[in-house]
Every structure is written in C-alpha cells, then in structure tokens.
C-alpha cells in the first residue's frame, strides 16, 4: 500500500496529525483506567491472600498524619487490603521539647494524637520511624545519644498503643549522618549510629519489652571504604564496622 493509501477521518483529516491527537489522548486515558484498574483489582487480591498466610502489607507515608487522623488516608488503606502504616517522627536537637518546628509554633507532636487515635480506630498499625533531624547531631553520640534515647523513651510512654519503631535512617549517607569518615579515611559513621541505635533500644525496653525495635535502614549506596575520606559509605562496610 502506498503512502496516497493513508486512511484519513472525516473531512480529510489525517488520524495522525493535530485532529487526531484527541482521539489518541482518550484511548491513553481508557488504556490508563483499565491498567489501574488491573493494578488495584491485583493488589486487593495479593493482599487478601497474603493475609491469610498472616502477612501485613503496608507503606511509609506521613500523609495520614498530616491530615490529624481527619481525612481518608487510613479507610482508604484498609480498602486496599493495607493495615501496616510508618511515619517519620525526627529528633530534633535544638528545640526544647524536641519535635521538629513547622513553623508559626506547630511542631510535629501536634498532629501525633489525632493520628494515633485515628489509625488505631481503622485497625491499621503505626510504626514510628525516628532519627535525628540535623546529620551533625547524629555524628555526636557521646552528647545526643543520651539525649534522643531519653525523648524517644517520653515519647513511647505518651503513645503505648505504638509499639513499632525503626530507630536511625540511612546512616551510611551524609544527609543522615555527618561526617561518615574521619580525616585519616576511618569510617565513623557506623559506631557513631550505633551508639544511637544502642541507646534507643534500650530506652524503649525500659518503657515496654513490648517495643519491637528495627534498625538502621540502610541505604544501598555507598563507597567501598579504602583508606580514604569518601562523602558516603558502602552499606556491607558499615555493617562491619557497626
């Protein structure tokens, strides 16, 4: 067939060109439902099975505790099969109570009663995700360590329905934990978090033996540690070091 053999719409018009853009945009959006669709119809059902083998789906989203428990985060959760949700909570070294401020004098403890009261009412399971806001503060165990230890055992008695926390974040990374080497190329950053991590584990035993306490998180990225000053550091050398 010939290029003068072009099936053409109406009027002439070539399917192909400007006048045909529409048509081909709504066959992108009927093709895009349909795979969303396809995508929730095999959650829900990986999901249903799943928890009848006893395991938990979830995600790590602060979205339902922005929204102070007043809002469709955690229902819309539980419809997808969903009953495990993480939020981050950060240390933060330079305010007297230690949540991060927001800003206009709303710190981050505002939103947590609402958002514990309200995911507990859905039957969806809160893990806290904890670790300091400021790298420098995370690189200076022999000060901060005590004093996160003591805020996060506060913030466990205030919250004892929450019984699931990741304790440090990344700390092969600089954005977590600076600096990760000392001036001779030592890794430091591994002793330096698990001075954190030792000390919040034990703090949350003491409120509750309860407490199950997951660690570090580390990313999968980072230099192999070779005797020199590296901006991040393999997470198989952190682990040895630790």
């Given at each position: 067939?010939?290029?003068?053999?072009?099936?053409?719409?109406p009027?002439?018009?070539?399917?192909?060109?400007?006048?045909?853009?529409?048509i081909?945009?709504?066959?992108?959006?009927?093709?895009?439902?349909?795979v969303?669709?396809?995508v929730?119809?095999?959650?829900?059902?990986?999901?249903?099975?799943?928890a009848?083998?006893?395991?938990?789906?979830?995600?790590?989203?602060?979205?339902?505790?922005?929204?102070?428990?007043?809002?469709?985060?955690f229902?819309?959760?539980?419809?997808?099969?969903?009953?495990d949700?993480?939020?981050?909570?950060?240390?933060?070294?330079?305010?007297?109570?230690?949540?991060?401020?927001?800003?206009?004098?709303?710190?981050?403890?505002s939103?947590?009663?609402?958002?514990?009261?309200?995911?507990?009412?859905?039957?969806?399971?809160?893990?806290?995700?904890?670790?300091?806001?400021h790298?420098?503060?995370?690189?200076d165990?022999?000060?901060?360590?005590?004093r996160?230890?003591?805020?996060?055992?506060?913030?466990?008695q205030?919250y004892?329905?929450?019984?699931?926390?990741?304790?440090?974040n990344?700390?092969?990374?600089?954005?977590?934990?600076?600096?990760?080497?000392?001036?001779s190329?030592?890794?430091?950053?591994a002793?330096?978090?698990?001075?954190f991590?030792?000390?919040?584990?034990?703090?949350?035993?003491?409120?509750?033996?309860a407490n199950?306490?997951?660690?570090?998180?580390?990313?999968?990225?980072g230099?192999?540690?070779?005797?020199?000053?590296?901006r991040?550091?393999?997470p198989f050398?952190?682990?040895?070091?630790?």
């Open positions: 067939m010939g290029p003068e053999a072009v099936a053409r719409g009027g002439g018009a070539d399917p192909g060109g400007d006048q045909g853009t529409p081909r945009r709504d066959c992108v959006k009927r093709g895009l439902a349909a969303t669709a396809l929730v119809v095999a959650l829900s059902c990986a999901a249903g099975r799943a009848a083998d006893d395991v938990h789906f979830g995600v790590n989203d602060d979205q339902g505790m922005f929204e102070r428990g007043d809002g469709p985060f229902s819309t959760l539980v419809d997808l099969g969903m009953h949700n993480t939020i981050t909570i950060r240390w933060d070294d330079t305010t007297p109570d230690g949540f991060e401020d927001l800003g206009g004098g709303t710190t981050l403890q939103f947590l009663p609402q958002t514990v009261a309200a995911a507990e009412l859905a039957g969806v399971t809160l893990t806290f995700d904890v670790y300091p806001r790298s420098a503060a995370a690189a165990p022999a000060t901060n360590a005590p996160f230890a003591a805020w996060l055992g506060a913030l466990s205030a004892p329905s929450v019984t699931h926390y990741v304790v440090m990344e700390c092969n990374q600089p954005l977590f934990l600076n600096p990760q080497y000392d001036a190329g030592s890794l430091v950053s002793a330096d978090c698990g001075e991590l030792g000390a919040a584990y034990w703090a949350l035993k003491a409120v509750s033996p199950f306490v997951w660690g570090l998180g580390l990313s999968p990225h230099a192999r540690v070779d005797g020199h000053v590296h991040d550091s393999s050398d952190f682990l040895a070091a630790l």
